[in-house]
């Protein structure tokens, strides 16, 4: 019912007004923010991102986009400011593809005629994958999902399933755009991706009891499970099993910021421009 008195309160708008469609490409940075990552705007740990876009404009202040981006998420205990998680030494890469659809709506309308500029906000769906590994202390890429660090997929921990390298999130973001002429729009922005998942890091729960997982998954799976040793001040104990390795209460986030440059064209479908609606009738006398 309500999706229906939404429809019908907006479709004046999308019959009158001008659609147009925007098509560009991204470029910027991205970071994370999970288990490895304790500030949403960390100090350091940023790596670039980039992408193509598409928005389809029913109305000049109502929009649909759909986007495909490719980014590299980090995360180190080393650049915590807490000792206690310094000692935990971990660290993870992923490079993350993601595709997204999500409702687009500037708070002025934006075309030639009207405004040049809007702030803007966006809210819909994403679908990623991605891929943690952790460096070595040979400097090896060692992907991190199939050693199970914490147990995940061996029969002593049956609720701990190995974490799918699919997965959603929900996109939420704002910006400012400007129609440069009657063909181009550059847009700053900034969106945040609510995830699904608490693995981005391969990081979420507790420990495990270290001789199941040395017999199961071998002595790597161990060693990088827990790489205090690696500090040079380690005493010999290994943490108990159910001893506290993540925050499994909070989902991972990741988010990509930078700038888009679009080129702005007219519908296919309008079949009496926007601009003509707007001019004034020519007055015709005879003499």
């Not at 981006?69 to 310094?86: H, I, M």
């Not at 609510?194 to 799976?221: C, E, H, I, P």
């Not at 827990?226 to 988010?255: A, I, Q, S």
Request: aromatic share 16%; charged share 20%.
């Amino acid at each position: 019912m309500l999706r229906r008195l939404i429809l019908i309160l907006l479709l004046p708008m999308m019959v009158q007004a001008q659609k147009h469609h925007e098509v560009g490409i991204f470029g910027g940075t991205s970071s994370y923010y999970g288990d490895l990552q304790e500030r949403l705007f960390p100090k350091e740990g940023y790596r670039a991102a980039g992408g193509l876009t598409y928005k389809y404009f029913v109305h000049p202040a109502i929009g649909f986009r759909f986007g495909a981006t490719y980014a590299s998420l980090y995360g180190a205990d080393s650049t915590s400011e807490s000792p206690a998680v310094k000692n935990r030494n971990l660290n993870f890469q992923t490079n993350l593809f993601e595709v997204h659809g999500a409702l687009e709506l500037n708070m002025l309308p934006v075309d030639f005629d009207e405004f040049k500029f809007s702030p803007y906000a966006f809210v819909g769906l994403s679908v990623f994958y991605y891929n943690p590994y952790t460096i070595g202390t040979d400097d090896q890429k060692i992907y991190l999902r199939p050693l199970s660090t914490e147990g995940q997929g061996l029969r002593q921990y049956p609720d701990r399933k190995i974490y799918s390298l699919v997965n959603v999130g929900v996109p939420l973001g704002a910006g400012l755009k400007v129609l440069i002429g009657k063909k181009v729009l550059v847009s700053s922005e900034i969106g945040f991706r609510y995830t699904a998942t608490d693995y981005l890091d391969d990081v979420s729960q507790t420990y495990v009891n270290m001789d199941t997982l040395f017999r199961y998954k071998g002595k790597q799976s161990v060693d990088l499970s827990y790489r205090t040793d690696e500090l040079g001040h380690w005493d010999g104990n290994y943490p108990n099993d159910k001893f506290v390795r993540g925050d499994n209460m909070k989902k991972d986030w990741y988010w990509f910021a930078g700038i888009n440059v679009a080129i702005y064209f007219d519908s296919f479908g309008n079949i009496m421009p926007y601009k003509k609606t707007r001019c004034p009738r020519r007055v015709f006398s005879s003499y």
